[in-house]
């Protein structure tokens, strides 16, 4: 853990310096590095890479879109590329997985995984190698451009405290249309109220992590209406209305990657985890009755 905090916090000057440092390890299996050629221009390897412009520069600290024949380019893996790397896994049974945890971990129905290894029911012991049948790779495909972009980011460690998961209430938007919302309607000058949205594949990607403008720039969120809350409380937004619906499988992949890091990598103490409605009480139904809040509070206390 201290280790990887080190390496957080040195990231971004190794970037600023030109080094091409791996700082997470995942994220360094999956780029790659390519030597520019006479020919090559920035929007070319952008799409032969399936990757974005903006994400090759980020990358590699570039502020335009000059670049020369010889020079070593970072490419950042992309989220397709590594889903189709990472088509099937094996994961090897460990105490405390259940079929429904490792189904929300790799965003794979339980229905898939058990087909995949001949399963009737939802038994499974500790040791036992399970197929994962087109997973999303595990812990590193949809949280990787968060990782990354937070590394430019000065995260104020001590200040957060607490984690509450909300959804959108409509099966509409992404970070932008919220944030829009947020500055007209409910005249919020910071705009987007929560920290995170994660998308289900209508306005933004299944199970793409947005990051709002509070996250980079370390602010109070306006989720929730006790104002002590939103000063230590990270927001993380699903997009959807669970009491219709059900969140996507790739979005609950999502949240729980977002979670693991949050807690895991980013935050020194654990954090209090909730759903809006536990801490609005008789104001909200958020997260609404379909997200699986008992699930994330056995795994997030
Ligand atoms: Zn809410």
């Known amino acids: 853990m201290f280790l990887s905090r080190r390496r957080f916090l040195y990231g971004s000057a190794a970037l600023a310096a030109g080094l091409a440092l791996p700082v997470y390890d995942l994220s360094a299996q999956q780029s ?3 030597v520019v050629a006479r020919g090559d221009t920035l929007s070319g390897l ?15 600290n570039l502020r335009s879109t000059v670049i020369w024949v ?43 995984i058990q087909t ?10 500790i040791g036992q190698r399970l197929i994962i ?26 200040r ?28 919020m000058q910071h705009g987007l109220a929560y920290h995170f949205v994660i998308g289900n594949g209508v306005d933004s990607g299944d199970g793409e992590i ?3 403008g509070r996250w980079r720039q370390q602010l109070n969120g306006g ?35 977002l979670m693991d890091w949050l807690t895991g990598d980013v935050l020194p103490r654990k954090p209090q985890f909730a759903g809006h409605k536990e801490i609005d009480r008789n104001h909200t139904v958020c997260p609404g009755r379909h997200f699986p809040l008992a699930e994330m509070h056995r795994r997030y206390g």
């Open 133 to 158: 049948p087109g997973g999303s790779g595990g812990s590193s495909v949809l949280i990787g451009n968060v990782r990354n972009e937070t590394q430019r980011i000065q995260v104020q460690r001590e």
């Open 223 to 257: 989720h929730v209406r006790n104002s002590a809350v939103n000063e230590v409380g990270i927001g993380i937004c699903l997009v959807g209305n669970f009491m219709e619906t059900h969140p996507s499988a790739r979005q609950m992949s999502a949240f729980t990657q």
């Open 32 to 34: 790659v590095t390519h």
């Open 160 to 187: 957060w405290r607490t984690i509450v998961v909300h959804h959108s209430g409509i099966r509409f938007g992404n970070a932008s249309s919220y944030d829009n919302f947020h500055r007209t309607q409910r005249r």
């Open 116 to 125: 995949a290894n001949k399963l009737s029911g939802t038994q499974i012991r």
């Open 70 to 112: 010889g020079q070593s380019l970072t490419i950042p893996a992309s989220a397709s590329t590594a889903v189709a790397a990472a088509a099937t896994t094996t994961h090897v049974v460990v105490r405390g997985d259940t079929l429904s945890g490792l189904a929300l971990r790799y965003g794979v129905s339980v229905r898939a």
């Open 210 to 212: 947005e990051i709002g």
């Open 46 to 60: 952008a799409r032969r890479y399936g990757v974005t412009v903006a994400q090759i520069q980020q990358a590699n």
